[in-house]
């Protein structure tokens, strides 16, 4: 989906960010909304830790050592970064800035640390979205349901997933992910109002002006 009228063509992209604790859905979710949604790309971290089964370099993440991810963060190549579960994670600065100045949106599929930074760095271009699972058993069924990992990093996931959610009220929006579909429509909801905010989109003005003087 994409608006495609000339007075939304000249605008500022914005950059969704999605966090939630590990199960509650926010991957998916991501995942979902770019795939409906030509004008929204989804920003690939980098990350030290190893791939899950079924993951690829360079589609879920930049897989690379700790020293190539030590060496970005003196480079100042990151937009965003933060170590989470014994594993650090960034978002790459320079393609998420030429997006956002292209008129694209960018999409981060980040936790609660990463969200904070960016909001601080660019307050203006960022919307946070948070999601929460239906309860906590639930969110333990969710994570040894996907087998991903062993049982041990499963609790240590579950034992921080608490003070994660206590961050809840950091963010724009709130998105208690109990049905899918349901979840999903209030993501897209809340990012097809935010592109259509007035201050993203400057070539209403021109277009506004001409109606005004417009004969009828």
Known sequence: MSLIHPAYQD?????????????AGKTSLSRHLVADHADLSLSISATTRAPRPGEEDGREYHFVTREAFDGMLVADAFLEWAEVHEHCYGSPKAPILQSLSEGRDVLF??????????????????????????????????LYARAQDHADVIERRLGRAKGEIAKWDDYDYV???EDFDRAYAELAHIYHAERLKRARNPGLTGFVQGLLTEDI
Do not use: K
């Open 11 to 23: 605008r500022r992209g914005l950059m969704l960010v999605i966090s939630s604790p590990s199960g």
């Open 109 to 142: 599929d980040i936790d609660w640390q990463g969200a904070q930074q960016i909001a601080q760095s660019a307050p203006d271009d960022v919307v946070r979205v948070f999601i929460l699972p239906p309860s906590m058993q639930d969110l333990r069924r969710r």
């Open 175 to 177: 998105i208690v992910n």
